[in-house]
DNA sequence: TATGAATATTAATATATTTAGATATTAATG
DNA sequence: CATTAATATCTAAATATATTAATATTCATA
């Protein structure tokens, strides 16, 4: 038995790489925290040109990762699924338990005898 | 406030796009549907040259996605943490979720009118 | 210690992604 | 209808990543 199409683990990767690149993360964080944001407060909160934020934003779009809808001249986005800020979630958890390594790994020696 | 450092940000990225390639899901599905298993059982399941096999271990093992112990001549691999399948379950949903459903779809053609 | 089996690394080329700057589009306003 | 503000797109150059084939390492054992 083969498992999944492999179709559909070229969709899971392009997904991932979609959401890989640390300026992204970094939108997708803001939009997970604070709702829905328009470009330009992405671009103050994230002191970056707006030519980079609507590239990274189109690549986010492309993916469906984000949505947005137009407020009269400026557009609106946000997270296209509440999952993807779960997906952010489970990451940083991951991530802290790494980062806490060798403190975590005591402790926990230390509480389980 | 500026919210998370951007070093923590760039780490998230880099884990995403050590994940981010269909023989790299491939393998940590597999190595989260059966738990630890060899190279060689991970090449007959993916029927994949060998050096492919051990390049994409070798960048799993360098974010630390997965680990990997002797056992006479014979590696064997497993992820570094239980979360790692979370995610890939969280990811699974999400694309599901998106494959099914047209509510995104309809959300999508509306933006543009 | 020479050999074979399992795994890892290296190097080259090809391909894809990022960046930065210039320019285009769109919608509101004078 | 010309202008401005907001956002998007395009292009070329710089970087990064993937692929392929060849080679190296490691360990058990004859």
Do not use: C, W
Request: hydrophobic share 45%.
């Amino acid at each position: 038995m083969t498992g999944p199409s492999n179709e559909l683990q070229a969709l899971k990767a392009e997904f991932f790489r979609a959401m890989a690149h640390p300026m992204r993360i970094r939108i997708l964080e803001l939009l997970s925290a604070k709702g829905e944001q328009s470009v330009q407060a992405l671009q103050a909160e994230l002191s970056m040109d707006q030519p980079i934020i609507s590239q990274h934003l189109a690549k986010l779009r492309a993916h469906t990762i984000v949505i947005s809808r137009k407020e009269g001249t400026t557009v609106v986005y946000a997270l296209a699924d509440p999952r993807i800020a779960d997906l952010l979630k489970v990451a940083k958890d991951v991530l802290n338990r790494r980062l806490s390594g060798t403190k975590t790994l005591l402790h926990e020696l230390r509480r389980h005898g």
